[in-house]
């Protein structure tokens, strides 16, 4: 199984997830709320997170339902994501809205 990390801020938190694992998988491997999921589709905002490094070659590439809504939030532009949407497909580290 290949691993790859996940670093989370401000906590300083490093995690790893099997490649490809959804970031929904996360509290279920750590047994912590880190990223607050709420609707876990796409619908209600809470899990937004900043990419701080990865991109969309870590994450995937947002589908236009999350782009769309994105925008909704104010927060197009690329730097952002809905954590619920993304996959972990290699390193990256997210900062999560305090
Ligand atoms: S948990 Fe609702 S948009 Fe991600």
Redesign the pocket.
């Given at each position: 199984m290949i691993l790859k990390k996940l670093t989370l801020q401000p906590q300083g938190l490093e995690v790893m997830l099997p490649a490809g694992s959804r970031l929904?998988d996360l509290e279920y491997e750590i047994q912590q709320r880190v990223i607050?999921?709420?609707?876990?589709?796409?619908?209600?905002?809470?899990?937004?997170v900043e990419v701080v490094e990865g991109g969309t070659a870590a994450l995937g590439e947002p589908d236009l339902d999350e782009l769309d809504?994105l925008e909704d939030l104010g927060k197009s532009g690329g730097n952002h994501r809905?954590?619920?949407?993304c996959r972990l497909l290699d390193s990256a580290t997210l900062r999560v809205a305090e």
């Open positions: 929904t607050p999921f709420g609707c876990r589709s796409g619908a209600c905002g809470s899990c937004v809504f809905l954590a619920c949407q």
